[in-house]
């Protein structure tokens, strides 16, 4: 269809400028042709409306002047380089596009190993998540979360890694491969927690050691004196590159029995419990630091226990949600929001706060955001245990 008004666009300024009086040309505006096409088809196609230009401008030269005249030269000269131009930029154009449509392939490959989808349905559990990554063109980036089913109930693990984007990545997929090997392996929350700060802490020392040993080649390299000990202390080195960099975290041990959940929090932000009555947020009393920071300081870890019954839903979410800021530089609200719209399924309820959330930042996230949303469902075969439990906390 665009083709054909391209096509249509030629013949009519031809059969105008032929008719128009001698002193005014139209000839030059056929380059629009080409130039439209460029916009909407590929590099062939783009080159044949071309030749088509050119040919109609020959057409009207040959009509109206002769084909040797300075005018119809000129013409015709600026036509070809200006048309060549057109065809070699759609032709970069066309490769970019290639190059960015296997870049995408690769992320959302990336984004299936990585971040694996969660299921639906997990024992009792009707899960829904959505993941929105701050870097462009990217489908994964510093954010996380996984579920595991053990021999009583779900695990779950949602994460921050500090930090955006594609240079985060290699500490998301450490903390959820550590997660997904060991979650069942752990009989307590406090142990898995443990293990988690272990093998991050673990890792990050490994980075900075990595790190200090690269800025020494670097100096030989190029043939300055090396760092004195105390310039660069190999121990103090070592804690000061682990201290740059965390993972806040929330990990949730969810029965199937119908027991009180089991929580902890890492430094991370306090999930919200979502029943017809009202909003609770669920604020540890006693947070411990987020993982990485294990070796820095001794760490006890705190579980909260709050009761989870039938019809409850858990709204877990990272930090790039609440710190979302609108053109007047004001937070989302996100506890607000969800006032309105808890009644929601979870999937809706989530389709609901991703397109809120977007409209709220103008379309472009600062930070990766991810949503969580957890729901236990009705059991009709027997009275749920710790239905009448107290309220969280």
Same mark, same amino acid.
């Given at each position: 269809?665009?083709?054909?008004?391209? $096509?249509?666009?030629?013949?009519?300024?031809?059969?105008?400028?032929?008719?128009?009086? !001698?002193?005014?040309?139209?000839?030059?505006?056929?380059?629009?042709?080409?130039?439209?096409?460029?916009?909407?088809? @590929? !590099?062939?196609?783009?080159?044949?409306?071309?030749?088509?230009?050119?040919?109609?401008?020959?057409?009207?030269?040959?009509?109206?002047?002769?084909?040797?005249?300075?005018?119809?030269?000129?013409?015709?000269?600026?036509?070809?380089?200006?048309? *060549? $131009?057109?065809?070699?930029?759609?032709?970069?154009?066309?490769?970019?596009?290639?190059?960015?449509?296997?870049?995408?392939?690769?992320?959302?490959?990336?984004?299936?190993?990585?971040?694996?989808? $969660?299921?639906?349905?997990?024992? +009792?559990? &009707?899960?829904?998540?959505?993941?929105? *990554?701050?870097?462009?063109?990217?489908?994964?980036?510093?954010?996380?979360?996984?579920?595991?089913?053990?021999?009583?109930?779900?695990?779950?693990?949602?994460?921050?890694?500090?930090?955006?984007?594609?240079?985060?990545?290699?500490?998301?997929?450490?903390?959820?491969?550590?997660?997904?090997?060991?979650?069942?392996?752990?009989?307590?929350? !406090?142990?898995?927690?443990?293990?988690?700060?272990?093998?991050?802490?673990?890792?990050?020392?490994?980075?900075?050691?990595?790190?200090?040993?690269?800025?020494?080649?670097?100096?030989?390299?190029?043939?300055? +004196?090396?760092?004195? +000990?105390?310039?660069?202390?190999?121990?103090?080195?070592?804690?000061?590159?682990?201290?740059?960099?965390?993972?806040?975290?929330?990990?949730?041990?969810?029965?199937?029995?119908?027991?009180?959940?089991?929580?902890?929090?890492? @430094?991370? +932000?306090?999930?919200?419990?979502?029943?017809?009555?009202?909003?609770?947020?669920?604020?540890?009393?006693?947070?411990?630091? !987020?993982?990485?920071?294990?070796?820095?300081?001794?760490?006890?870890?705190?579980?909260?226990?709050?009761?989870?019954?039938?019809?409850?839903?858990?709204?877990?979410?990272?930090?790039?949600?609440?710190?979302?800021?609108? *053109?007047?530089?004001?937070?989302? %609200?996100?506890?607000?929001?969800?006032?309105?719209?808890?009644?929601?399924?979870?999937?809706?309820?989530?389709?609901?706060?991703?397109?809120?959330?977007?409209? &709220?930042?103008?379309?472009?996230?600062?930070?990766?955001?991810?949503?969580?949303?957890?729901?236990?469902?009705?059991?009709?075969?027997?009275?749920? %245990?710790?239905?009448?439990?107290?309220?969280?906390?």
């Amino acid at each position: 269809m665009l083709t054909a008004l391209t $096509l249509a666009l030629i013949v009519l300024i031809t059969v105008v400028d032929i008719l128009s009086p !001698p002193d005014i040309h139209l000839g030059p505006l056929l380059i629009v042709a080409p130039a439209l096409t460029a916009s909407f088809a @590929g !590099p062939r196609a783009t080159a044949g409306v071309a030749l088509l230009a050119l040919a109609a401008l020959t057409a009207i030269g040959s009509v109206r002047d002769s084909l040797t005249s300075a005018n119809i030269e000129t013409q015709l000269s600026a036509q070809i380089v200006v048309s *060549a $131009l057109i065809v070699g930029l759609r032709v970069l154009r066309e490769r970019h596009e290639r190059e960015l449509a296997r870049v995408r392939s690769v992320s959302e490959a990336a984004q299936r190993v990585l971040l694996r989808p $969660l299921p639906e349905r997990i024992g +009792p559990l &009707h899960l829904a998540s959505v993941y929105l *990554a701050a870097e462009a063109e990217a489908q994964v980036g510093g954010d996380l979360y996984a579920a595991a089913r053990t021999a009583t109930g779900t695990r779950l693990l949602v994460g921050d890694v500090r930090g955006k984007g594609l240079s985060s990545l290699g500490d998301a997929a450490l903390l959820l491969g550590a997660f997904r090997a060991a979650a069942h392996l752990h009989a307590e929350l !406090p142990d898995l927690a443990a293990y988690l700060d272990g093998s991050v802490s673990w890792d990050l020392a490994q980075l900075a050691e990595q790190s200090r040993q690269a800025r020494q080649a670097q100096q030989e390299r190029r043939a300055l +004196p090396r760092a004195s +000990p105390r310039d660069v202390p190999e121990e103090g080195y070592q804690s000061g590159e682990a201290g740059e960099s965390f993972i806040t975290a929330v990990l949730l041990d969810i029965p199937d029995d119908g027991s009180p959940v089991r929580l902890i929090d890492c @430094g991370h +932000p306090p999930p919200l419990l979502l029943r017809p009555e009202g909003i609770t947020t669920l604020a540890a009393h006693h947070p411990a630091p !987020p993982l990485g920071l294990g070796e820095l300081a001794p760490v006890r870890y705190e579980v909260e226990t709050f009761p989870f019954r039938p019809g409850d839903r858990l709204l877990i979410y990272t930090d790039g949600v609440i710190e979302a800021r609108d *053109a007047q530089r004001r937070f989302y %609200p996100l506890t607000e929001r969800v006032t309105a719209w808890h009644a929601d399924r979870p999937t809706a309820l989530l389709h609901r706060l991703r397109r809120d959330l977007l409209a &709220h930042v103008g379309g472009r996230l600062d930070d990766d955001a991810a949503m969580v949303v957890v729901e236990r469902l009705p059991d009709r075969g027997r009275t749920e %245990p710790g239905s009448g439990a107290p309220a969280p906390g």
